[in-house]
């Protein structure tokens, strides 16, 4: 064996060129799969940092009729119904996600906070790092005010001082102990969460507000498919008992399922896309092994006849297979390991992104990879050499002449293969950047460029009234107006594409009551009369707030959508519904466009808006439009906000055109990398039709001098060898067509606006490629075209 692999690194160092090229192609494929393969594995695989991680699920409630997924619940719902009467569960916990305003010296902070019951580390399986868990007495209503702080938190603010445990900090105004620091790196919601309190203590356990998730481990032994069965029963109980609709139920999700839901498909979609590419790259180091060892057929001829057999041949050929894989799956693991230090580093694209490293799995991965290509781009041309006939190989050792007719077919296949999975990915990359560029291209029914947006969080330590929080609402936005350089300013509950939405049945006026599965479900969000004017929403019929609106003459503003699905074919403005609260009617004042909220690719729902005056809640996003770069006045809003309250802070501080972008990012992240991967592998086809065309006129010399001598013109030479290229490239192209076809059921769901089979794309996509699959060739027949046919036939 180590007589082979020396004499492997001797051949290697002989044919610098063909070593140099093979190494370089395989270290892209397989680095590319390395990399992609980290991610895969923190995205899908690796089990999260929990006790039995498999048993930590989520439930969240949904309407299907309603489109309404990943809901969250009442707390009675949770407490009542599925805590206390659920067979499947060993420990429950409901959660609230909010903002508080955290006040430690004279720096206020906006921080995520988490609301939770008693015993919800126990339940997750995580120690904490200093103190203890909140205690049973401490989560009911007037408990004594405790948190838990995150480790990121404690050492920021805090110091990292393990005294702290005991001492007081200030959420929202209101005085909180601090009973616990949570270990590094705890995470369960994906949110950063800072401050950890008892749910008890927050408006979250009101009777009908959807305001809880719920967290809960499974019993040993349950299954969670066992556990939707469960979960099914309770709610069907639960809308028997409380009318609610029937297609009202529960989705049971592992944390894992419920954070990739919306990524699954394109994170295994890349995956197979970089597999792709290593086919390619394994396809183009085999041609070019098969040409070296035609090359080497003389020298392969002289071992057998010195008594090296079959076996002893593909040994020695393997060994120098298993070489060059080894040096391509170090250097690719090289590359691997920047490229995933730099994904984990930059923008958050994917849920567990920043989890990716490279790890036990992905170096069992990279090994298996360089072992599985050795075999792949090894085998067949180790086979080829061992099964060639020693007398020929003697007698033409010392020509050029013509190469094997399964030989020279095997490569040619090999090309063929190349070109298909290459139009493959083009096809692919085409359709998905097609897609990105009409969603992009998509009108929000709002002007986002130009504004600057914010979050602020009234505590109710101070601002406990209604009227209280309208009155600083109206002022604050009276202050951001004259700020220089604004245009208008605004205020909303929920700003477009923040993830946030509430939403309700309403009841029309002089209609009958809807049947059940058949209500209309308004999302509703409240607004001070220049938010809509702010954002350049469009006005289509009657007006918007104004100071005329006092608190007791209900209104709304409607869009479009709600419009037409609850006053069809009639003028909305001036009709009224209900809201659910008995002799409550709303009347609507003015119809807008719709505005998408959550996702371009959705279609608006029906939305409403009320004046702020008439719902002040404690969470307001601001909006500050002005001419120039927006983030220039966030030192000035801020200075308006704390001239008015200098305890409160402004978070969040951007330019609103980032939420739109934040939006698409998981989309321009697989178009991009499945770009690049299309790139690549068209790169990748290309060398291998310039090999197999090259290596066949290098083969074929003599017979082109022989064509030349008999009268052949250099113009007729070119066109053989290009006609030669595109017969390559045609037959691949007709396989990735029929494949292309059989790819877009996996693409159709990740598409917008561009058809699975967009003839053009197809169309392009095949022009492309056979265009390159030309210009391969071209070069090799300029060569052909330029052969002495004196010097041919003399060297014959």
Known sequence: MFEDVSYGLRTMARNPGVTATAVLTLALGIGANTAMFSIVNAVLLRPLPYRDPSRLVTIRAQIPHMNIFGAFVEYNTYGEWWRARNRSFQAMSAFTPVSANLTLGDEPERVATFRVNAGFLAMVGTRLALGREFLPEEDQPGGPRVAMVSDSLWKRRLGGDPAVIGRQIVLDRNTYTVVGILPPGFDLYGSDVAVYTPIAQSTARAPGMPSVGVFARLKPGVSVRSAQADIDELCRGWVQQYHYPNDWGAHVWTLRDLAVRDVRSSVVMLAVAVGLVLLI??????????????????????????????????????????????????????AAWGGVRALAAGPMYLPFQKSASIDVPVLLFTLGAALVTTLLFGLAPALAAARASLAGNLKEGGRSGGEGVARSRFRAALAIVEVALSLLLAIGATLTARSLVRLQAVNPGFHPDGVLRGYITLPSASYAEPVQRANFVKAMVDRLQRIPGVTAAGMVSHLPFSNSKSGSSVTIEGAPPPRP????????????????????????????????????????????????????????????????????????????????????????????????????????????????????????????????????????????????????????????????????????????????????????????????????????????????????????????????????????????????????????????????????????????????????????
């Open 281 to 334: 790259a394994c396809a183009n180091v085999a041609n070019l092994l098969l040409a070296r060892a035609g090359a080497r057929q003389r020298e392969i001829a002289i071992r057998s006849a010195l008594g090296a057999g079959g076996g002893r041949i593909i040994r020695q050929l393997l060994t120098e297979s298993v070489l060059l894989g080894s040096i391509a799956g170090a250097l690719g693991l090289a």
């Open 517 to 796: 599965g058949e209500q209309i479900i308004v999302f509703g969000r409240t607004a001070d009369p220049q938010y809509l004017g702010a954002m350049q929403v469009r006005l289509l019929r009657g007006r918007f707030f104004d100071a005329h609106d006092p608190p007791g003459h209900p209104v709304a503003i409607v869009n479009e959508t709600m419009a037409r699905r609850c006053w069809p074919n009639q003028d909305a403005v001036g009709k009224r519904y209900g809201d659910g609260r008995p002799d409550h009617w709303v009347t609507v004042v003015g119809v807008i466009a719709d505005m998408r909220q959550t996702s371009l690719a959705d279609e608006p729902d029906a939305e409403s808006f009320v004046p702020y005056t008439q719902s002040p809640g404690a969470t307001m996003a601001l909006v500050v439009r002005t001419t120039g770069d927006p983030l220039r006045l966030a030192p000035a809003t801020r200075a308006a906000v704390r001239e008015l309250d200098k305890d409160l802070p402004v978070s969040e501080m951007a330019a609103l055109a980032d939420n739109l972008s934040t939006s698409t990012r998981s989309r321009r992240f697989s178009v991009a990398l499945l770009g690049a991967f299309a790139l690549l592998a068209l790169v990748l086809a290309a060398v291998g039709i310039y090999g197999v065309i090259s290596y066949s006129v290098t083969r074929r010399t003599h017979e082109m001098g022989i064509r030349m001598a008999l009268g052949a013109e250099r113009g007729r030479i070119e066109r053989m060898v290009v006609g030669r290229a595109l017969l390559l490239g045609g037959a691949g192209v007709a396989i990735g067509i029929a494949g292309g076809l059989a790819l877009t059921r996996l693409l159709r769901s990740m598409l917008y606006g561009v058809s699975a089979t967009d003839p053009a794309v197809f169309a392009g996509a095949s022009l492309f490629l056979l265009a390159v699959a030309a210009l391969a060739g071209y070069v090799p027949a300029r060569r052909a075209a330029r052969v002495d046919p004196c010097v041919a036939l003399r060297n014959e």
